[in-house]
């Protein structure tokens, strides 16, 4: 046997086990790449909607100061109260300083809102680049084992092996079904953070609901000769609920960009209050037309916060239908690189056993000194790793608790316990979304 044939063997036997701790640190490290894309898109949407907000917080905060001018110009001119006193005109300067208010304190909810919106987003980012931090190093660490292997395969196998064709099918078939794999865990990662961000939706949806509920119960103090007091713990509750539901919808729009199977939950209108008629006319049928607004807007919510729910519900299914789907391909996958890896760890076998057993002491010296052995020496040794032997334990161990595990029936869908070892960024999702939805 030449020279490169025996050093070919000898590369196989020496590197079987770091073969097999690669394929190991591979596995664990599939989720990564579609996980890291996933999550780089929904941070630039993050940052876009950050963006915007930040630029609508600078446009009303202008007109809040404006706003607060001219209020406050009105309200301390003792020389214009003085003169409209004076000249008969006292109604229409209080009407005129009643809408300055009423523009100032509309102008400054507002960009209260904006705000409430801002730090909603600001919190989001900040978990999403913690998280790509962790995935990045993860994608490189999975780049780097892929890089190994390879190199070690085009030591051996460097482009197509004539002389093994049946090595390049299954080479094929495996690249096949690590695409349809790909495109599973992207799946599941789409489907997995619209259902986490719903999950959210429905918490803020919630304190919007309770907001509004006590927004009810000050009108009916209201209209009962509750005062100025009641009239403000009724606009403040308000100004809750309304910053509450652009949360959900700003949350709403972004599930559906990343998953256009999500479905819109509708536009929640809250009421707001008049100083016109909670100061100037309050009375107790203003009150009473203000409290059939307020419910007309509790109804509203809960509307939204049923059909928010069915879709948070919808989306939590799909997404561990994804995984149920992710277990079934990651299997083929799995199978079909253990016959690729088989038949080459066959080929290498088939090779190192064509080479000639080192040649015995007696042949090479005629005549041996007494004091050495006569006996030849042990032949070269041929790998003992059987073609039937499975990739990787870890493999194994993935297979063994899925077959355990089982799937349930449930619209073919599994629970992230049976697929979480495939796609740990989407079990994460998985189980922040179970939290927020069994939280009261």
């Given at each position: 046997?030449?020279?490169?044939?025996?050093?070919?063997?000898?590369?196989?036997?020496?590197?079987?086990?770091?073969?097999?701790?690669l394929?190991?640190?591979?596995?664990?490290?599939?989720?990564?790449?579609?996980?890291?894309?996933?999550?780089?898109?929904y941070?630039?949407?993050?940052?876009?909607?950050?963006?915007?907000?930040?630029?609508?917080?600078?446009?009303?905060?202008?007109?809040?100061?404006?706003?607060?001018k001219?209020?406050?110009?009105?309200?301390?001119?003792?020389?214009?109260?003085?003169?409209?006193?004076?000249?008969?005109?006292?109604?229409?300067?209080?009407?005129?300083?009643?809408?300055?208010?009423?523009?100032?304190?509309?102008?400054?909810?507002?960009?209260?809102?904006?705000?409430?919106?801002?730090?909603?987003?600001?919190?989001?980012?900040?978990?999403?680049?913690?998280?790509?931090?962790?995935?990045?190093?993860?994608?490189?660490?999975?780049e780097?084992?892929?890089?190994?292997?390879?190199?070690?395969?085009?030591?051996v196998?460097?482009?197509?092996?004539?002389?093994?064709?049946?090595?390049?099918?299954?080479?094929?078939?495996?690249?096949?079904?690590?695409?349809?794999h790909?495109?599973?865990?992207?799946?599941?990662?789409?489907?997995?953070?619209?259902?986490?961000?719903?999950?959210?939706?429905?918490?803020?949806?919630?304190?919007?609901?309770?907001?509004?509920?006590?927004?009810?119960?000050?009108?009916?103090?209201?209209?009962?000769?509750?005062?100025?007091?009641?009239?403000?713990?009724?606009?403040?509750?308000?100004?809750?609920?309304?910053?509450?539901?652009a949360?959900?919808?700003?949350?709403?729009?972004?599930?559906?960009?990343?998953?256009?199977?999500?479905?819109?939950?509708?536009?929640?209108?809250?009421?707001?209050?008049?100083?016109?008629?909670?100061?100037?006319?309050?009375?107790?049928?203003?009150?009473m037309?203000?409290?059939?607004?307020?419910?007309?807007?509790?109804?509203?919510?809960?509307?939204?916060?049923?059909?928010?729910?069915?879709?948070?519900?919808?989306?939590?299914?799909?997404?561990d239908?994804?995984?149920?789907?992710?277990?079934?391909?990651?299997?083929?996958?799995?199978?079909?690189?253990?016959?690729?890896?088989?038949?080459?760890?066959?080929?290498?076998?088939?090779?190192?056993?064509?080479?000639?057993?080192?040649?015995?002491?007696?042949?090479?010296?005629?005549?041996?000194?007494?004091?050495?052995?006569?006996?030849p020496?042990?032949p070269?040794?041929?790998?003992?790793?059987?073609?039937?032997?499975?990739?990787?334990?870890?493999?194994?161990?993935?297979?063994?608790?899925?077959?355990?595990?089982?799937?349930?029936?449930?619209?073919?869908?599994?629970?992230?316990?049976?697929?979480?070892?495939?796609?740990?960024?989407?079990?994460?999702?998985?189980?922040?979304?179970?939290?927020?939805s069994?939280?009261?």
């Amino acid at each position: 046997m030449s020279a490169p044939q025996m050093s070919t063997t000898e590369d196989i036997v020496a590197n079987a086990d770091y073969h097999t701790q690669l394929l190991s640190s591979i596995a664990d490290l599939e989720y990564a790449n579609s996980a890291l894309k996933q999550h780089s898109s929904y941070l630039s949407d993050l940052e876009q909607q950050l963006s915007a907000s930040e630029q609508k917080i600078t446009e009303l905060a202008k007109q809040t100061k404006k706003e607060r001018k001219e209020h406050e110009r009105l309200r301390d001119s003792t020389a214009r109260r003085l003169a409209a006193k004076l000249t008969g005109q006292k109604g229409k300067f209080e009407a005129r300083e009643g809408k300055e208010e009423r523009e100032y304190v509309e102008a400054l909810q507002n960009e209260m809102v904006e705000r409430d919106q801002s730090n909603m987003l600001n919190h989001l980012l900040a978990e999403a680049l913690t998280a790509k931090d962790d995935l990045e190093q993860k994608a490189k660490k999975y780049e780097s084992l892929q890089k190994e292997l390879h190199s070690l395969y085009g030591r051996v196998f460097d482009g197509p092996s004539g002389a093994y064709p049946e090595e390049d099918s299954l080479e094929y078939d495996v690249h096949e079904a690590a695409r349809r794999h790909g495109e599973a865990q992207h799946t599941l990662n789409i489907e997995s953070q619209a259902a986490e961000l719903l999950a959210r939706s429905c918490v803020i949806m919630d304190r919007c609901q309770a907001s509004v509920q006590e927004a009810l119960s000050y009108s009916r103090y209201d209209m009962m000769g509750g005062g100025n007091m009641a009239d403000y713990m009724e606009r403040n509750a308000l100004t809750n609920a309304e910053a509450c539901a652009a949360q959900v919808e700003a949350l709403v729009d972004q599930a559906i960009r990343i998953c256009p199977t999500v479905q819109r939950v509708g536009r929640v209108n809250i009421a707001t209050g008049s100083l016109m008629s909670d100061v100037f006319f309050d009375n107790f049928f203003t009150d009473m037309a203000f409290n059939k607004k307020i419910q007309n807007s509790a109804a509203q919510v809960l509307l939204a916060n049923n059909r928010l729910r069915v879709e948070r519900d919808s989306a939590v299914r799909r997404a561990d239908a994804a995984g149920s789907a992710l277990v079934d391909i990651a299997k083929d996958l799995e199978h079909k690189r253990r016959e690729l890896f088989n038949l080459r760890r066959a080929i290498f076998e088939s090779v190192a056993a064509q080479v000639p057993k080192p040649p015995s002491y007696e042949t090479t010296v005629q005549n041996p000194p007494p004091t050495l052995p006569t006996s030849p020496p042990p032949p070269f040794p041929s790998p003992s790793i059987s073609p039937n032997i499975s990739t990787t334990n870890s493999q194994n161990r993935i297979i063994e608790a899925q077959s355990d595990v089982g799937i349930p029936e449930n619209d073919g869908a599994s629970s992230p316990q049976s697929w979480g070892s495939r796609n740990p960024y989407a079990a994460a999702l998985a189980a922040r979304t179970r939290s927020m939805s069994q939280s009261p």
